[in-house]
Nanobody
Framework: QVQLVESGGGLVQAGDSLRLSCTAS????????MGWFRQAPGKEREPVAA????????FHGDSVKGRFTISRDNAKNTLYLQMNSLKLEDTAVYYC?????????????????WGQGTQVTVSS
């Protein structure tokens, strides 16, 4: 079965960096577009960044543009989210997701598979 497993979350201070990873199994990773989403307490899940199956195109939300970078290594079946200059408002559970649709996919309902999430907490 398909599994997406996130790792790399933790407790950091504002201004620090973290790199999240998402390792995929049970699917042909290189044919799936991928995305990172996050959900803060009391808020709806929101898209953070997305990447095409080949990695040739990426898109980042306005709230993280210039600070976060999505990337992937298809040889390792792994998706990454490099997070720099973290802010208090970045505190959330971060999820990776996979979709068989082509292109940059921003809507969560278009994703087929989801990981269990990893907690990122940014303190002052």
């Amino acid at each position: 079965q398909v599994q997406l497993v996130e790792s790399g979350g933790g407790l950091v201070q504002a201004g620090d960096s973290l790199r999240l990873s998402c390792t995929a199994s049970g699917l042909t990773f290189s044919t799936y577009a991928m995305g990172w989403f996050r959900q803060a307490p009391g808020k709806e899940r929101e898209p953070v960044a997305a990447i095409t199956s080949s990695g040739s195109r990426t898109f980042h939300g306005d709230s993280v543009k210039g600070r976060f970078t999505i990337s992937r290594d298809n040889a390792k079946n792994t998706l990454y989210l490099q997070m720099n200059s973290l802010k208090l408002e970045d505190t959330a559970v971060y999820y990776c997701a996979a979709t068989a649709r082509g292109g940059i996919i921003w809507m969560s309902s278009w994703y087929d598979y989801w990981g269990q999430g990893t907690q990122v907490t940014v303190s002052s």
